[in-house]
Nanobody
């Protein structure tokens, strides 16, 4: 059983910062082999990919968060991070941790339960 557990969400004022964490665990789950990502779903909107990081450390960001958000991973601690700076009200959403790997036996995909981020004055 693979588990992805997010933490670090909360209420923050515009211009503030938050750091999300996603701790992964599970038998036969080798964190370092997975592409990891953060998705978010804002109220009334579809879920969107915010940022991703490959097993080799290559990162990608959606345009609206470039220069403000930073994704990173610690393969020793099996933990994914999202540093969010200069937060805006439009960043308000539930943020989800995501893991994906293509193997010879198929695709392995896992989701966390989500953590709420609210940006408001």
């Amino acid at each position: 059983q693979v588990q992805l557990v997010e933490s670090g969400g909360g209420l923050v004022q515009p211009g503030g910062s938050l750091r999300l964490s996603c701790v992964s665990s599970g038998t036969f789950f080798t964190f370092s082999m997975y592409t990891m990502a953060w998705f978010r779903r804002a109220p009334g909107k579809q879920r969107e990919l915010v940022t991703s990081i490959t097993s080799g450390g290559i990162t990608n960001y959606t345009a609206s968060v470039k220069g403000r958000f930073t994704i990173s991973r610690d393969d020793v601690k099996n933990t994914l991070y999202l540093q969010m700076n200069s937060l805006k009200p439009e960043d308000t959403a539930v943020y989800y941790c995501y893991a994906n790997r293509y193997g010879v036996r198929g695709t392995y995909t896992y989701w966390g339960q989500g953590t709420q981020v609210t940006v408001s004055s």
